[in-house]
């Protein structure tokens, strides 16, 4: 049976094999609490704001210290990178299908660079842009996969309160980070993922909430 895996479901590989076996081969999903609206809603208005500025050729300001550098122009085949139902995809040799959805593209003369948005409550620590590491790398890989050629780094743009003006609008603060991406551990994460997937549910993680509560007895 050929698989569809996501950044996501990856994510929860990364955190617990059999959680993802379950998850994955069996539809069972860890309890899921209430999510919060905010990153979505400002997923939408960045989104938006970044557009206003593609149609005018332009980088919005937050952009201003790069050099070299435009916005991705197609407008429809970024709708469809950006939509979390499709997303950048490729489809190996077994079937198996690695998905990714972006939020916007980099242009370097013949070269795109992945951009993600990240909103934050509080200022960066320093090992905060360490934690999105697989998610650049996974993007990168798929826009490779799909006959783009790559720069070896992508930028991740957090957005923080900074302040509130004296009308009530918040202020956000913005810094961009570059990160050197790594394609070769995206492909890893990938196929273990897909050995983990085809082989035997795995034990329970002694570090993992999920399993330790599925095992109590009462």
């Not at 919060?36 to 206003?52: A, I, W």
Request: positive net charge.
């Amino acid at each position: 049976m050929p698989y569809t895996l996501s950044k996501s479901s990856l994510y929860v590989f990364r955190e617990c094999p059999r959680c993802f076996w379950l998850q994955v081969n069996k539809r069972l999903r860890r309890p899921e609490g209430i999510y919060p609206s905010l990153p979505s809603g400002m997923d939408g208005v960045l989104k938006r704001h970044f557009d206003t500025f593609r149609e005018r050729g332009k980088l919005p300001p937050e952009l201003a210290s790069l050099k070299g550098v435009q916005l991705f122009a197609d407008k429809e085949l970024l709708k469809e990178w950006t939509n979390n139902r499709k997303g950048v995809r490729w489809t190996g040799k077994d079937g198996d299908t690695f998905m990714g959805a972006v939020d916007d593209i980099l242009v370097k003369g013949k070269k795109l660079i992945v951009l993600d948005f990240k909103t934050r409550g509080y200022a960066l620590k320093e090992d905060t842009a360490a934690l999105y590491q697989d998610q650049l790398d996974i993007y990168t890989l798929l826009l490779q996969k799909n006959s783009y050629d790559t720069e070896d780094y992508a930028y991740l743009l957090f957005y923080y309160p900074e302040s509130v003006h004296a009308s009530g609008h918040f202020i956000f603060h913005a810094d961009l980070v570059k990160m050197l991406v790594n394609v070769r551990s995206a492909q890893k994460l990938w196929k273990d993922a897909l050995a983990c997937l085809k082989g035997p549910l795995p034990r329970p993680s002694e570090e993992c909430k999920f399993c330790a509560w599925r095992q109590v007895k009462v």
